[in-house]
């Protein structure tokens, strides 16, 4: 069973930055699908960042030139720095890692932005 362990979140005043972790139990070094989605209160789970198969990243149009999206295989640690918070970027962030065509996802932390 693989785990993803999300750590980093927070409280931050706007326009403040945070880092966001997610350890997996397994090697990364092989996968290339894997990302950060956010779900805020009353509102459906949203793409953030994310590597795809081909090796590109994404980014959602609201994080573009704010978040980061990096990753360290040799600590099987995937990463999301965050610049310039705002209060809508308030929301539960998770992780998500895709070995064999199966997505595991993680438990998800708490990023708070207060204006």
């Known amino acids: 069973q693989v785990q993803l362990v999300e750590s980093g979140g927070g409280l931050v005043q706007a326009g403040g930055s945070l880092r966001l972790s997610c350890a997996a139990s397994?090697?990364?070094?092989?996968?290339?699908?894997m990302g950060w989605y956010r779900q805020a209160p009353g509102k459906q789970r949203e793409l953030v960042a994310a590597?795809?198969?081909?090796?590109?990243?994404n980014y959602a149009d609201s994080v573009k030139g704010r978040f980061t999206i990096s990753r360290d295989n040799a600590k099987n640690t995937m990463y999301l720095q965050m610049n310039s918070l705002k209060p809508e970027d308030t929301a539960v962030y998770y992780c998500?890692?895709?070995?064999?065509?199966?997505?595991?996802w993680g438990q998800g932390t708490q990023v708070t932005v207060s204006s």
């Open positions: 590597f795809s198969s081909g090796g590109t990243t």
């Open positions: 998500t890692m895709q070995w064999y065509g199966l997505g595991h």
């Open positions: 397994r090697s990364i070094s092989s996968i290339n699908v």
